[in-house]
T-cell receptor
């Protein structure tokens, strides 16, 4: 079945450091790919998405590119802030479906 | 504009007791989804409901678990006779109207989750 695997955390960084969170997927078709973020005490929020191969999603300085050849959707940010401390979830969903399939989440802590 | 509300945020139950988790969708949303996150795993789909209808419960355990979304009031996920393996974070999401053709689904908006601990 379809699945999402993301790098294990926790990840601890200093402010202004470069962040990468790896995400790979297994799918039988051509899903849309998503990154969600959960800040402390809040619900998951959609951070960015890409709906087809080579699409790049971006938001709040974060970027991820849909790579069909490597079945990956790695999340990157060039210079993190303390406010980026959160749990990040990679997910996939087929356009004709409502079920999201999530990775286990990666906890990121940014120190001042 | 309030987001998706879930309560309680933390719930502790002894084995054999019942757990009731509540989810109030965003205003104007008539579709609710429940997901469960077991320790060290990703969120897994459990059930999809519209008002007074269960659309898809393919992810629900066959026994002890039930869900409803009445005409009035929040959606309820009910777990009877809880066991330690039910300890998890339970997330609710809601979305607005879904295309009748079934080919387009709106973004799901998530609540903060209920963390259930069974002792």
């Amino acid at each position: 079945g379809d699945s999402v695997t993301q790098m294990e955390g926790p990840v601890t960084l200093s402010e202004e450091a470069f962040l990468t969170i790896n995400c790979t997927y297994t799918a039988t078709g051509y899903p849309s790919l998503f990154w969600y973020v959960q800040y402390p005490g809040e619900g998951l929020q959609l951070l960015l998405k890409a709906t087809k191969a080579d699409d790049k999603g971006s938001n709040k300085g974060f970027e991820a590119t849909y790579r069909k050849e490597t079945t990956s959707f790695h999340l990157e940010k060039g210079s993190v802030q303390v406010s980026d401390s959160a749990v990040y979830f990679c997910a996939l969903r087929y356009p004709s479906d409502y079920k999201l399939s999530f990775g286990a989440g990666t906890t990121v802590t940014v120190r001042a | 504009n309030a987001g998706v509300m879930q309560n309680p945020r933390h719930l502790v139950r002894r084995r054999g007791q019942e757990a009731r988790l509540r989810c109030s969708p965003m205003k104007g949303h008539s579709h609710v989804y429940w997901y469960r996150q077991l320790p060290e795993e990703g969120l897994k789909f459990m059930v999809y409901l519209q008002k007074e209808n269960i659309i898809d419960e393919s992810g629900m355990p066959k026994e002890r678990f039930s869900a409803e979304f009445p005409k009035e009031g929040p959606s309820i996920l009910r777990i009877q006779q809880v066991v330690r393996g039910d300890s998890a974070a339970y997330f609710c999401a809601s979305s607005p109207f879904v295309s009748q053709s079934g080919t387009h689904y709106y973004e799901q908006y998530f609540g903060p989750g209920t963390r259930l601990t069974v002792t």
